[in-house]
Structure formats: C-alpha cells, structure tokens
C-alpha cells in the first residue's frame, strides 16, 4: 500500500518534471559556483551500464567561450538549410548568452565495460552496437538528471544535442580543451527564462503504454509517421521560435 509520504515525493518529483520547460533565451544573470555543483552533483548519481559513469562535464563561465560556442551551433544551422533537410531550427543565439552552461562529455573506452568480444567477428560488432547504446544512455541518463535538478531549482533549460558528429568534434574540442579520448555529445544551457516558456504537447498516457502485450491499434504506418514529421513536427518542437529550413 502507498503511504502518504511516499506519495507525497511522487507528486512532488511528477511536479519538477512537469516544471521542466524549454527556453532559448535567458535573462542576463549570474549562475553561482554551488549551484553548477548541485546541477552535476544530481547527473552523478544517474545510473550507467555496468555503473561505469563514463560522463564528464565541463562548465562554462567565459562569455567568449560561449560565443564561440554558441556560432558553431548558428553555423551548422546554415549548413542544414542549405541541403534542404526541413527540420525546424532554433536561435542558437541565446546559447551565446546562457547563464549556465554545462558541456557533457562522454569517454567511448567505457564501451569495453560492457558485454563485448573484441575479436572483430560479425557477433562482436553486433555487441560493440549495444554497447554504445548502452553508453549513450547512461549519459542521457545523467543529462536528464541535471536538467530535472535545474528545473527544481527554478530554472528553465535547454538540450543542446546532435553534436556527436565528427565536424562538430573537430569544432569544439580545441576550444574546450577537451583531450581526443573524450568526446563532445550534450551541452545544458539553463537559466530563467527571457520570456514566459510554453508548455509543449505531450502524448496522452493512453497512446503510448501497452498493459501485457503491445496493443497493435496503436502501430502507426509509415505514412503517418510522415505526415507527423512534414505537418506537426514543428508545431510541437519551437511553436513561434521555429524557422523551417
């Protein structure tokens, strides 16, 4: 039986979660040293493949790294538009101004901690894939985390991802000082937010949880997949913020 004060925390954590908004432009101010340390202190206890926390974080506090940061997302966003890919982009200007700024980076070694061969067989690569999504998840894991613990800190947030690529790497690694064992995958921006953030959509309970076995009225066809990727998408990604390419 649930006790009160176990319900009481649910509703409480539910409540964060709940609070946990978008934003991408923040009001000017200074993010003091313990709160970094709160925010990364929550992403250290995520849980990880074989506990092995192959996460590191840097903070950011130099305008001028920021910047520099910051145009490398505007450029790459150029990019984008020129081979016409469609995908609603955001005004990476405001990393450039964010008050908190958190580089996650991830160390691949790590993947050898998990069930791997290591003899080039057709079995190990299929292991070696697992592997690194089993990686790859326990650093969301721990950005999640952080993000939660800005949020219950009154703060709104910002998940800067899809910088895994090898461009992006070559980018951001001298101007972090990041060693070439490491890589480059997530950055936190988080602050109070410029202006009111909106609450996104977000599918009902019913449509995504499946009770025994999977409920096939819920498989969706490829068209509609489509259909969400061309006409909804960016209704329910950046609303008045978006630009489409």
Not at 119 to 140: F, K, P, T, V, W
Not at 168 to 196: N, S, T
Request: hydrophobic fraction near 35%; charge should be neutral.
């Amino acid at each position: 039986m649930t006790t009160g004060t176990t319900t009481d925390l649910y509703s409480e954590y539910l409540e964060i979660v709940r609070r946990r908004h978008t934003s991408r432009k923040f009001k000017e101010e200074t993010i003091a040293r313990e709160v970094f340390e709160q925010v990364v202190e929550a992403g250290r206890h995520a849980c990880s493949g074989a506990n092995s926390q192959p996460w590191e974080y840097i903070v950011v506090e130099d305008p001028k790294i920021k910047e520099q940061i910051g145009e490398y997302f505007i450029q790459e966003a150029r990019a984008r538009a020129k081979l016409k890919m469609g995908f609603p982009t955001p005004n990476y200007n405001g990393m450039k101004t964010a008050p908190g700024l958190i580089v996650a980076l991830v160390d691949y070694r790590y993947v050898k901690a998990f069930p791997v061969l290591n003899d080039g067989s057709d079995l190990d690569r299929m292991y070696q894939e697992n592997a690194q999504r089993i990686l790859l998840q326990s650093l969301a894991s721990s950005v999640m985390s952080m993000h939660l613990a800005a949020a219950a800190l009154g703060y709104s947030s910002w998940w800067v991802t899809a910088i895994g690529q090898e461009k992006a790497q070559k980018a951001l690694k001298p101007i972090l000082g990041v060693p070439e064992v490491l890589h480059v995958i997530d950055i936190l921006c988080f602050g109070h937010p410029e202006k009111e953030p909106y609450v996104r959509q977000k599918k009902p309970l019913e449509e995504i949880l499946h009770w025994g076995r999977y409920d096939a009225s819920h498989e969706k066809s490829d068209g509609e997949i489509q259909d969400w990727i061309e006409n909804r998408r960016h209704k329910v990604m950046y609303r008045d913020e978006s630009k489409v390419d």
